[in-house]
């Protein structure tokens, strides 16, 4: 079973449009910690963001922000007014004890 | 501000060739990893190492892989007898701990292409 699940493989938007990124994990650990990261075409991974079980509070980051809900295993990412320097794949990620599981990751285009 | 870095950035060797894929971590940083990841795929993980040895590692890490911390700065991770499906991006990660400090650093990644 995929620990973190992202089932939009591809998303293409218009510049300017909001855009928001799902993300759905499992675990039956108390205490875990969620990312996301975001590859650009040059490849390198960029951490965006870590949000531990324990904080629900929703965070926002410029034009970025993200819904943290436990009650359905959810760590959404929304961007706002997306450019095209977006243009990414975004990784959701899941750490248990000193373990990462990637999603599959969501290629995000934005075209100008 | 400071970075994981990796050498090389690409590599093309040939099937049953030996290959060292090696990473300088960030200084502070006690955990290191490598994670690969096949062309369009997601990243997937390899194996943790902590004071100096293994602290967990995957299925894919078989015989063939081997980690080495050879002189307290280098992180390396060799591949013994490449196969064709070997070809990917590797990516080393450090992080200073685990728990909140926990997040993962990556490196740019080094591009290995088994011919």
């Known amino acids: 079973a995929q620990k973190v699940t992202q089932a939009q493989t591809e998303i293409s938007v218009v510049e300017k449009e909001d855009v928001t990124l799902d993300c759905v994990y499992e675990?039956?650990?108390?205490?875990?910690?969620l990312f996301w990261y975001k590859q650009p075409p040059s490849g390198e991974l960029v951490f965006l963001i870590r949000?531990?079980?324990?904080?629900?509070q929703n965070e926002i980051s410029g034009r970025y922000s993200w819904n943290f809900q436990k009650s359905t295993s959810s760590f959404n990412f929304t961007i706002t007014a997306s450019q095209v320097v977006d243009s990414a794949v975004y990784f959701c990620?899941?750490?248990?004890?000193?373990?990462?599981?990637f999603g599959t990751g969501t290629s995000l285009t934005v075209i100008p | 501000e400071p970075e994981v870095t990796q050498t090389p950035s690409h590599q093309v060797t040939q099937m049953g060739q030996e290959v060292i894929l090696r990473c300088v971590p960030i200084?502070?940083?006690?955990?290191f990893y490598w994670y690969r990841q096949i062309l369009g795929q997601k990243v997937e993980f390899l194996v943790s190492?902590?004071?100096?040895?293994?602290?967990?590692k995957s299925e894919i890490f078989d015989d063939q892989f081997s980690v080495e911390r050879p002189d307290g700065s280098n992180f390396t991770l060799k591949i013994r007898s490449t196969k064709l499906e070997d070809s990917a991006m590797y990516f080393c990660?450090?992080?200073?701990?685990?728990?909140?400090?926990?997040?993962?650093?990556f490196g740019e990644g080094s591009r290995l292409t088994v011919l």
């Open positions: 990660a450090s992080s200073v701990g685990l728990g909140r400090t926990g997040e993962l650093f």
């Open positions: 675990t039956r650990d108390t205490t875990y910690y």
């Open positions: 949000r531990n079980s324990f904080d629900e």
């Open positions: 990620a899941l750490k248990e004890g000193n373990q990462f599981y």
């Open positions: 200084s502070n940083h006690l955990y």
């Open positions: 190492f902590y004071n100096n040895e293994i602290s967990e």
